[in-house]
T-cell receptor
Framework: AQSVAQPEDQVNVAEGNPLTVKCTYSVSGNPYLFWYVQYPNRGLQFLLKYITGDNLVKGSYGFEAEFNKSQTSFHLKKPSALVSDSALYFCAVRDPMRQNRDDKIIFGKGTRLHILP | DGGITQSPKYLFRKEGQNVTLSCEQNLNHDAMYWYRQDPGQGLRLIYYSQIVNDFQKGDIAEGYSVSREKKESFPLTVTSAQKNPTAFYLC?????????????????FGEGSRLTVL
């Protein structure tokens, strides 16, 4: 079965410091991996995705994520945090080997990121 | 502009009443999804549809029903059988729901509907 784990409910980082939000996954084949961000009472916004190729993917708002197949991880990173990055972040996985009616996207429980001024 | 529209944004319901949440998209996407969000539990999949006139149960389908009569629309009905319906409901769509399509398709989300049962 496919699954996603975000081991930290909350991450606190001082403004200007680098940030990391962790994600691990489990699928039967090679995964499609996604990061989304959610601001209060809003829908989710797409940040970036890994499908194949370079393990380091770059996305919106200066975020990037590193795919590590041996550790089954896809951690979200940013070199220098901004207060405006404070939000709820979700990791998601899709198993491309699943066919048709069984093809779905599973989300982690989310990590709340607090950037301290 | 293209996007996904959910309505209403806020909804109050008395116990024992059914309520229908609307989700409309003009992105020409094949696949549509309903998720429920509760604090600390992330997003849980209720129902999804890969193509018109077909849909599948997700992980928490009990007490919910859907229809997919048109490509653009995927309404969710929260029935009186749903024991704890108070939550934030999110609708999403993706370009292709069919396997074999090379589209890797991230989801596009609506702004959500917050349902409160009184």
């Amino acid at each position: 079965a496919q699954s996603v784990a975000q081991p930290e409910d909350q991450v606190n980082v001082a403004e200007g410091n680098p940030l990391t939000v962790k994600c691990t996954y489990s699928v039967s084949g090679n995964p499609y991996l996604f990061w989304y961000v959610q601001y209060p009472n809003r829908g989710l916004q797409f940040l970036l995705k890994y499908i194949t190729g370079d393990n380091l993917v770059k996305g919106s708002y200066g975020f990037e994520a590193e795919f590590n197949k041996s550790q089954t991880s896809f951690h979200l990173k940013k070199p220098s945090a901004l207060v405006s990055d404070s939000a709820l972040y979700f990791c998601a996985v899709r198993d491309p080997m699943r066919q048709n009616r069984d093809d779905k996207i599973i989300f982690g429980k989310g990590t709340r990121l607090h950037i301290l001024p | 502009d293209g996007g996904i529209t959910q309505s209403p944004k806020y909804l109050f319901r008395k116990e024992g009443q059914n309520v229908t949440l609307s989700c409309e998209q003009n992105l020409n996407h094949d696949a549509m999804y309903w998720y429920r969000q509760d604090p600390g539990q992330g997003l849980r999949l209720i129902y999804y549809s890969q193509i018109v006139n077909d849909f599948q149960k997700g992980d928490i389908a009990e007490g919910y029903s859907v229809s997919r009569e048109k490509k653009e629309s995927f309404p969710l009905t929260v029935t009186s059988a749903q024991k704890n319906p108070t939550a934030f409901y999110l609708c999403a769509s993706r370009r292709s729901g069919l396997a074999g399509d090379s589209n890797t398709g991230e989801l596009f989300f609506g702004e959500g509907s917050r349902l409160t049962v009184l």
